[in-house]
T-cell receptor, first 111, second 113 residues
Framework: DAKTTQPPSMDCAEGRAANLPCNHS???????VYWYRQIHSQGPQYIIH???NNETNEMASLIITEDRKSSTLILPHATLRDTAVYYCIVRATDSWGKLQFGAGTQVVVTP | NAGVMQNPRHLVRRRGQEARLRCSPM?????VYWYRQLPEEGLKFMVYLQKENIIDESGMPKERFSAEFPKEGPSILRIQQVVRGDSAAYFC???????????FGPGTRLTVL
């Protein structure tokens, strides 16, 4: 029962910004938006999360629309090592501990 | 500052045997989670444990699977009488608090012959 919709795949040129969209039109007021990624066969890696304000860390930026129905993960300067499946996950404050992974977006960074 | 450790990384069992998967959380983390990733499928939540307590086991199969996180030592995911359909990658994650983000381990690849 996916709460998020992501494109199945996207390509990005090395060195360019990668903008990954996510729709979560049924998000509730107490639900956060989380982003994880899984590089082939490895364990998922936390990237960033937010509630309603835009967030930035050393890996990426998260832009959440004012109505919170969608968000965009921005990888500012994509490298080949950013090739991975990226998961956008919505999680409520009363369901800690249970990440519901969807199909994600397969991002391929090309030279 | 080691991350989440899982062992073994690869485990081969014959049908009917038992599989024991171990997970050592990050130092200071008292919340542990197990996820399963079947071949060509997504990650599925199995169980959430805090020291000596099972908090949420809604994703665990009703039979043959059990998990524990004792006061001392690693968390154990135990699969009894394994079947071929249990072949998957099993990931453990840990967090500092219930509200914190999860740090995942490298996974254990279970193959059932």
């Amino acid at each position: 029962d996916a709460k998020t919709t992501q494109p199945p795949s996207m390509d990005c040129a090395e060195g360019r910004a990668a903008n990954l969209p996510c729709n979560h039109s049924t998000i509730s007021g107490n639900e956060y938006v989380y982003w994880y990624r899984q590089i082939h066969s490895q364990g998922p890696q936390y990237i960033i999360h937010g509630l309603k304000n835009n967030e930035t860390n050393e890996m990426a930026s998260l832009i959440i629309t004012e109505d919170r129905k969608s968000s965009t993960l921005i990888l500012p300067h994509a490298t080949l090592r950013d090739t991975a499946v990226y998961y956008c996950i919505v999680r409520a404050t009363d369901s800690w501990g249970k990440l519901q992974f969807g199909a994600g977006t397969q991002v391929v960074v090309t030279p | 500052n080691a991350g989440v450790m899982q062992n073994p990384r690869h485990l081969v069992r014959r049908r009917g045997q038992e599989a024991r998967l171990r997970c050592s959380p990050m130092k200071g983390h008292s919340h542990v989670y197990w996820y399963r990733q079947l071949p060509e499928e997504g990650l599925k939540f199995m169980v959430y444990l805090q020291k000596e307590n099972i908090i949420d086991e809604s994703g665990m199969p009703k039979e043959r699977f059990s998990a524990e996180f004792p006061k001392e030592g690693p968390s154990i995911l135990r699969i009894q009488q394994v079947v071929r359909g249990d072949s998957a990658a099993y990931f453990c994650a840990s967090s500092l608090s219930a509200e914190g983000y999860e740090v995942f381990g490298p996974g254990t690849r279970l193959t059932v012959l």
